[in-house]
């Protein structure tokens, strides 16, 4: 329980209550003009969402949409080709027939989008997801100098889910609020371990000095997390933006099947991790289910009821508070009295999942 404490009130609960950022209508830096990438395979329904609300982004600098179309099979490539009719001077098409043999899919149309961008500065989201509001642009980029020092080469962000009915939805949104803390909270501390392709941002120099994703480019996962390791290891800095207006916000996943999935190509970059983060991520977990397996394990024991009650009401109650702080302060509201139950599922189903990936490591893009 002890490191439980430590990592709530050391990482999470000090973040929790960090200073808001600036909002939109305060001066920032504002001069430059930024690409916006977005790699999409067969997503024409969620472009037809997303596309026009990139477009109304308030950012008078100017910038540029690179729409990457990944071997689609559907209209993809017409919407796309008609928007850059439409907006010749800021949608541009980058169109991918084929992936070299052992490659990651997503990673070499990601690629050759970047290398096709005309600015320094790179945003990233994702197909299915949609901006919080239309500052997220103005808001992300400016994490690059949101310390008034030296420029940030890498920037973090935070993308929500939408919510919806069923115990699903409420895991989900648990599940990412939890991983939020996690890698936004130890980026702000200076140990930045990963981001999120769906509220990324990162300089043209940051990925050259990683050499793009070169070190894990037969790797099908990771072309967010794996590349904020890289870059931490060739010393470039990394901001944090959180803030409810710079949020993309994404549709969960409909299934257990299909969040399943999801979670499986997900986990699977964290082999590659650092040792250092894997401890450090590793110890935060392990401290968890094993809170939950001594709980178990004292259940059967009628001597220690008392005391266990006590320590689990302590704990509960704490860390039930600081999560609940983070809910606030990341817009990622939860049931507070599903609390426990959603946090005793939450570490079961990560130890099934690294067991499941132990035993079959197979995993596909879309």
């Not at 950012?59 to 439409?86: C, H, K, M, N």
């Not at 990622?332 to 035993?359: E, K, N, W």
Request: glycine share 6%.
């Amino acid at each position: 329980m002890a490191v439980q404490l430590f990592y709530a009130a050391y990482f999470f609960w000090p973040f929790a209550r960090r200073a808001p950022e600036a909002p939109a209508d305060e001066p920032g830096s504002d001069s430059e003009p930024v690409s916006v990438v977005v790699c999409a395979r067969n997503e024409l329904d969620n472009l037809r969402r997303l596309l026009p609300l990139l477009l109304q982004q308030d950012y008078p600098a100017g910038f540029e949409i690179v729409l990457i179309d990944d071997r689609s099979d559907d209209d993809t490539y017409l919407y796309a080709q008609q928007l850059t009719q439409y907006y010749p001077e800021k949608v541009r098409l980058v169109t991918v027939t084929g992936t070299p043999d052992g490659f990651a899919p997503k990673k070499y149309a990601l690629t050759l989008g970047i290398k096709a961008t005309r600015h320094a500065r790179l945003l990233f989201t994702d197909a299915d997801c949609i901006p919080a509001s239309n500052q997220w642009l103005r808001l992300l980029q400016r994490g690059f100098y949101n310390d008034g020092g030296t420029p940030a080469d890498l920037v973090v962000g935070f993308s929500a889910y939408a919510e919806a009915p069923g115990f699903l939805n409420k895991l989900i949104r648990y599940e990412t609020l939890l991983t939020g803390a996690q890698y936004l909270s130890f980026a702000w501390r200076g140990w930045a371990y990963m981001g999120v392709g769906r509220n990324l941002a990162y300089t043209r120099k940051c990925f050259t000095a990683t050499k793009g994703f070169a070190s894990h480019i037969r790797q099908l996962s990771g072309d967010d997390d794996l590349l904020v390791q890289d870059a931490v290891r060739q010393g470039q800095r990394v901001a944090v933006v959180a803030d409810p207006a710079a949020h993309t916000l994404s549709e969960p996943a409909a299934t257990w099947a299909v969040w399943w999935r999801q979670k499986r190509r997900h986990l699977s970059a964290g082999r590659a991790y650092k040792f250092g983060d894997r401890l450090r991520v590793g110890t935060f977990v392990m401290a968890n289910m094993l809170f939950y397996l001594a709980t178990l394990v004292l259940l059967f024991s009628p001597n220690n009821w008392v005391p266990l009650a006590v320590v689990w009401a302590l704990r509960t109650l704490f860390v039930s508070a600081v999560y609940a702080r983070l809910s606030n302060r990341l817009h990622q509201s939860v049931v507070v009295g599903l609390l426990p139950v959603l946090d005793v599922v939450y570490f079961s189903q990560y130890l099934a999942l690294g067991i499941s990936l132990f035993l079959n490591r197979t995993l596909r893009w879309k």
